[in-house]
């Protein structure tokens, strides 16, 4: 079995502040971790993913996340934020080699200007 | 590539009609998968492909929905009668196989508003 949760439906961050959503999962099996992000009125983009090696994934746009298994998670953060970053960002996990992937409840970052 | 295609973008119809949206992969991708994304209940995979041929269909709410996948190019997500509890957002997703499995790459969605 596998899931996600996403803490925080709704995070809001002045824009140059530091971005920093929050993400644990759960899996009986290695995991592949993704963060995805959707703008309004669009289909999710890949932000970035875990599969193996380097526990420190660089993704576009700036964002990065660390994969901690101690944890159990996969926060995902940017040093600065931009408005352009105002979306809803989605945190998924992939049980080994299963196709499946379970995505998280989201979370909306807001931006103030 | 122009990625993957949905249409329509938007849709309105009376309860108990037919509904039939439709879902243009990337070209050769061999997975395909179906989405749906409420406020209520966040984003479920409905059923998904590989190699046209359905894998897990476990997430399909009931039998009023169907999917089918008749060629590599072309998918369609069926709702037969539709129910004002349907609308939601449907997406529509592909990824290749072997080593690039993980990333999905997702259509613009279909806003389904069932009065």
């Known amino acids: 079995a596998q899931s996600v949760t996403q803490l925080g439906s709704h995070v809001s961050v002045s824009e140059g502040a530091l971005v920093l959503l929050r993400c644990n999962y759960s899996?009986?099996?290695?995991?592949?971790l993704f963060w995805y992000v959707q703008y309004p009125n669009q289909g999710l983009q890949l932000l970035l993913k875990?599969?193996?090696?380097?526990?420190l994934v660089k993704g576009i746009n700036g964002f990065e996340a660390e994969f901690k298994k101690s944890e159990t998670s996969f926060h995902l953060t940017k040093p600065s934020a931009h408005m352009s970053d105002a979306a809803e960002y989605f945190c998924?996990?992939?049980?080994?080699?299963?196709?499946?992937?379970?995505f998280g409840t989201g979370t909306k970052l807001q931006v103030i200007p | 590539d122009a990625g993957v295609i949905q249409s329509p973008r938007h849709e309105v119809t009376e309860m108990g009609q037919e509904v039939t949206l439709r879902c243009k992969p990337i070209s050769g991708h061999d997975y395909l998968f179906w989405y749906r994304q409420t406020m209520m209940r966040g984003l479920e995979l409905l059923i998904y492909?590989?190699?046209?041929?359905?894998?897990?269909d476990s997430g399909m709410p009931e039998d009023r929905f169907s999917a089918k996948m008749p060629n590599a190019s072309f998918s369609t997500l069926k709702i037969q009668p539709s129910e004002p509890r349907d609308s939601a957002v449907y997406f529509c997703a592909s990824s290749l196989r072997l080593t690039s499995l993980d990333t999905q790459y997702f259509g613009p969605g279909t806003r389904l508003t069932v009065l």
């Open positions: 875990y599969t193996t090696g380097a526990t």
């Open positions: 899996s009986s099996v290695p995991p592949y």
């Open positions: 998924a996990v992939r049980a080994g080699g299963y196709q499946k992937v379970t």
């Open positions: 492909f590989n190699n046209n041929v359905p894998i897990d």
